[in-house]
C-alpha cells in the first residue's frame, strides 16, 4: 500500500509524471511477490514524507507495466531510480537502509 505522497506511475502515464516533472522523481520498481520490496515500501513512504516538496516519490509495479522497466535496463527489484531533467542519474538495487537512498537524493538536491 502506498503512501498518500508516493506517486502510482504506469507505462501510459510515465513520460508525464517522471520524465516532464519539475522536481527529481525516485522511482521504485517492485512486485507484489518481490520480498525484498516488501521491506523497501515503508522506507519508501518514509523518504516519501521527509521529502515532500522536493523530490517526488513514485512506484511501479514491474509485472503491470513491462515497458518502462524494460527501457531502463531493470534486472533486478526493488530497483530505485532517481530521475532529474528526464535523465537517471542515480540507481540503487535491492534492499537498501534509508541513508543509502538519503544518500543519492542529496547529490542532486
Not at 17 to 23: E, G, R, T
Not at 40 to 59: H, L, R
Amino acid at each position: 500500500m502506498a503512501d498518500e505522497k508516493v506517486l502510482t506511475v504506469t507505462d501510459a502515464d510515465f513520460d508525464a509524471k517522471v520524465l516532464q516533472s519539475d522536481k527529481p522523481v525516485l522511482v521504485d520498481f517492485w512486485a507484489a511477490w518481490c520480498g525484498p520490496c516488501r521491506m523497501m515500501s515503508p522506507v519508501v513512504d518514509e523518504i516519501a514524507a521527509a521529502y515532500d516538496g522536493k523530490v517526488v516519490v513514485a512506484k511501479m509495479n514491474v509485472d503491470e507495466n513491462p515497458q518502462t522497466p524494460a527501457k531502463y535496463g531493470v534486472r533486478g527489484i526493488p530497483n530505485l531510480k532517481l530521475f532529474q531533467g528526464g535523465e537517471v542519474k542515480e540507481e540503487v538495487t535491492g534492499a537498501v537502509p534509508r541513508q543509502k537512498i538519503e544518500e543519492i537524493l542529496n547529490k542532486v538536491l
